[in-house]
């Protein structure tokens, strides 16, 4: 049974910084992507960023570009969202995701499981 369980979210004021994590168990997570995507009140779930099975690549959103960095720690079992320069919009429930897929990390459905998701309040 795979389980993903995200931590490290919290309350932050804007320029802040937050690094989530996600613990992956389950299944090789070596052979797979991950990614992160997050949710705001009365929003779609949107993409935030993915990196591939080795953390050779990774993809990120335009908005979270330069912001935010994923990565990955396979002998952990772990992904990683390092988020810098945190603004109001970026509050949301954060999701982590993993992907048997190499491409199309930016869509939702590319993605078989799924966290529970940890909140990140940005303040003003």
């Known amino acids: 049974q795979v389980q993903l369980v995200e931590s490290g979210g919290g309350l932050v004021q804007a320029g802040g910084s937050l690094r989530l994590s996600c613990a992956a168990s389950g299944r090789t997570f070596s052979n797979y992507a991950m990614g992160w995507f997050r949710q705001a009140p009365g929003k779609e779930r949107e993409f935030v960023a993915a990196?591939?099975?080795?953390?050779?690549?990774?993809y990120y959103a335009s908005s979270m570009k330069g912001r935010f960095t994923i990565s990955r720690d396979n002998a952990k079992n772990t992904v990683y969202l390092q988020m810098n320069s945190l603004k109001p919009e970026d509050t949301a429930i954060y999701y982590c995701?993993?992907?048997?897929?190499?491409?199309?990390?930016?869509?939702?459905?590319?993605?078989?499981?799924w966290g529970q998701g940890t909140q990140v309040t940005v303040s003003s």
């Open positions: 995701a993993t992907s048997p897929k190499a491409y199309g990390l930016g869509e939702a459905t590319q993605y078989d499981y």
């Open positions: 990196i591939n099975w080795s953390g050779g690549a990774t």
